[in-house]
Structures are given as structure tokens and as C-alpha cells.
């Protein structure tokens, strides 16, 4: 599905419409310099999201990158977040969310093997 052309756009998502694919557990602390951060300079980095229709044919999306960012506009009461729009399947949705993780610094071996595990179920 290319949109004339252009297969990716940053648009302002209403935060309620994302879905996450993958829930991370995040260090509070960690978290609280996001949402402080995020209040005081804004998002510098727009989130990634995938197109996708809900149960009752609405439009959602589902989340790429950003969890942390999403979970602290939120946590800010915003009701709405730039993001990244990129037409991909779920597969490929799911390898770039991990990718972003296992690029993170501070990971547990555990975690990133229980991403290829969950990788490996997928076929």
C-alpha cells in the first residue's frame, strides 16, 4: 500500500488510537526523566506507527517505535503525538521493535532472547 508516492508521513496520532505490540516494563526512574524531558524541550524524535483497521473497522495503529514516549505523553495527559506513519506487516513491524530495543543500551541478554524466542514463534 503506497500512498502516492510517499510511504511514510509524520502526522499527529490521537494517543488512544495506538496500539502496543510488545509491552516493555520500564524503570520508573528512567521514565520519569522521559515525561520530564519530554515537558520541558518536547519530542524531539517523532514516534513510529504502522496503519492498521481496529475490530469495528476504525482506523488504529500500532506501535513501531517510541513505547516510552507514547507512555509519557500519555502519562502528560497529551492527547495527541507526532508519529512516524510506515506502511509494514506485522512481522516487520514486530523486527523493527525489536531492532530499537536491542539497540538500546542497558540490555538484558534475557530480554533480547526472549525477543528472538517470540521472533522464532512467528516463524
Do not use: W
Not at 14 to 31: G, H, S
Not at 38 to 67: F, Q, W
Not at 80 to 89: E, G, M, N, Y
Not at 98 to 116: D, H, M, Q, T, W
Amino acid at each position: 500500500m503506497n500512498h502516492g508516492g510517499k510511504n511514510s508521513e509524520i502526522r499527529m496520532i490521537a494517543v488512544e488510537l495506538i496500539d502496543v505490540l510488545n509491552p516493555r516494563e520500564r524503570n520508573n526512574k528512567i521514565f520519569e526523566e522521559v515525561v520530564g524531558n519530554i515537558k520541558a524541550i518536547g519530542l524531539k524524535k517523532p514516534i513510529t506507527v504502522t496503519p492498521r483497521n481496529g475490530s469495528d473497522n476504525t482506523e488504529r495503529y500500532l506501535l513501531v517505535c517510541g513505547e516510552g514516549r507514547l507512555k509519557a505523553f500519555k502519562a502528560l495527559g497529551e492527547p495527541k503525538i507526532p508519529a512516524l506513519v510506515i506502511d509494514v506487516s506485522d512481522d516487520d513491524a514486530f523486527i523493527m521493535s525489536l531492532a530499537e530495543n536491542i539497540a538500546r543500551v542497558k540490555r538484558r541478554p534475557l530480554e533480547i532472547l526472549s525477543g528472538i524466542d517470540q521472533l522464532r514463534e512467528r516463524g
